[in-house]
Each structure stands twice: as structure tokens, then as C-alpha cells.
């Protein structure tokens, strides 16, 4: 069965300090590796995609990694910042016509 | 990029009544997406959405309960029908660009009472 885990659940950090969310996956066979920001009370926007063929992305103080050996992902936040709160939700594609996967997400809250 | 418009942002709704939530993108697209996100819970598709044709349901969501509209390539209508408290939830319509990034409207928050 496909299936999307993420870990943790949730996590509190002080403005300014690093943090690194976890994905793990099961999906197959594998198209690309979503990260996207949920705000609270709005719809998720896409941070990164990644391929098969891609380790690394960046997007400002997001870089997203992918091992697609092991089925693993990781997104991390540098330096953060308050308008960080939000959920970080991981999302796989399957190759051909198949629904995206969606894993729970992180409920990540930055306070100062 | 798309921008979808998605309305209303929320509602508070009487058990037994339906509420109709409405879609409108900023560009032509074959497929909408209609998701139910509950609290603390993954995002799940309820149905897809081909203007033209029926829209296809996923597993445990039938069209009696979810009647879906799609009149034309930038528009479509998700009801909730017969509502009762387990329909509390935040419903999401989404499009996608190629087969790499997944665009979505800001939700509507409904809560059944």
C-alpha cells in the first residue's frame, strides 16, 4: 500500500534556531517528492519537488534532500522565523494516472 | 503558477442541510481535484473532477453524498449533502500543472451542528 509517514508529529523551536522534518515513503513506483507549507485556514503551497534523479533542493532557508534508496526525505528549515508556524505536509507521486500520496505533516511552531 | 479561488472560506451548517462549495481557476485545466482534509489527518481525494464527463470517486465516497459539477475547464461545485457532524471537516479542490506541482484553493472550513 502506498503510504506517506512523517515524523515528528510535532515540534516547538525558538526563532532563529535550525530544525529538519522527516518523510518516509512507500510509494511505488516513484514519480517525485513534494514539500508544501499549509498556514493555518489555507490551502498547501508547494515548497520544493524533486525527482529521482535529485539529492538536494533549495528554496530561501528551505533545502529539501531526497534518498531515493532508502525512501527518505527530509526538509529543513534554516534560521526561523515566526510566519514559519505552519504544517509541512510530504506528498508522493506515483508514476502514471494515480492520486498523490499525502503524508499527516508536521505542526511546526516557531516562538520567540 | 494557477490561482484558484475558493469559496466559501467557511461555514457553519445545519445537520441534514447541504452546502455547495465553489471553485473558479485563473486558467483552463482538464482535471479539478476535490480533497477532505480532517483534523490531524492527511489530505484524502474525494473525487476527481473532467469537465464533460462523470467524476470519479474514490474508494468510500459516492456521488449521492458528493455530487460534483464541472461545466466548463476553469469551474467546478463540490455539495455536501444531507450533512451530519462527521462531515465536519476542511474541504480543498486542487489542480495540477503537468505531473510535477499541485496547486490548490485555500479551503473551505465546514463545521456540521
Known amino acids: 500500500k502506498n503510504q506517506v509517514e512523517q515524523s515528528p508529529q510535532s515540534l516547538i523551536i525558538l526563532e532563529g534556531k535550525n530544525c529538519t522534518l522527516q518523510?518516509?515513503?512507500?510509494?511505488?513506483?516513484?514519480?517525485?517528492l513534494r514539500w508544501y507549507k499549509q498556514d493555518t485556514g489555507r490551502g498547501p503551497v508547494s515548497l520544493t519537488i524533486?525527482?529521482?534523479?535529485?539529492n538536494t533542493k533549495s528554496n530561501g532557508r528551505y533545502t529539501a534532500t531526497l534518498d531515493a534508496d532508502t525512501k527518505q526525505s527530509s526538509l529543513h528549515i534554516t534560521a526561523s522565523q515566526l510566519s514559519d508556524s505552519a504544517s509541512y505536509i510530504c506528498v508522493v507521486k506515483a508514476g502514471g494516472n494515480t492520486p498523490l500520496v499525502f503524508g499527516k505533516g508536521t505542526r511546526l511552531s516557531v516562538i520567540a | 503558477s494557477a490561482v484558484i479561488s475558493q469559496k466559501p472560506s467557511r461555514d457553519i451548517c445545519q445537520r441534514g442541510t447541504s452546502l455547495t462549495i465553489q471553485c473558479q481557476v485563473d486558467s483552463q485545466v482538464t482535471m479539478m481535484f476535490w480533497y477532505r482534509q480532517q483534523p490531524g489527518q492527511s489530505l484524502t481525494l474525494i473525487a476527481t473532477a473532467n469537465q464533460g464527463s462523470e467524476a470519479t470517486y474514490e474508494s468510500g465516497f459516492v456521488i449521492d453524498k458528493f455530487p460534483i459539477s464541472r461545466p466548463n475547464l476553469t469551474f467546478s461545485t463540490l455539495t455536501v449533502s444531507n450533512m451530519s457532524p462527521e462531515d465536519s471537516s476542511i474541504y480543498l479542490c486542487?489542480?495540477?500543472?503537468?505531473?510535477?506541482?499541485?496547486?490548490f484553493g485555500q479551503g473551505t472550513r465546514l463545521t456540521v451542528v
Open positions: 518523510c518516509n515513503y512507500t510509494v511505488s513506483p516513484f514519480s517525485n
Open positions: 524533486m525527482t529521482f534523479s535529485e
Open positions: 486542487s489542480v495540477e500543472r503537468g505531473n510535477t506541482e499541485a496547486f
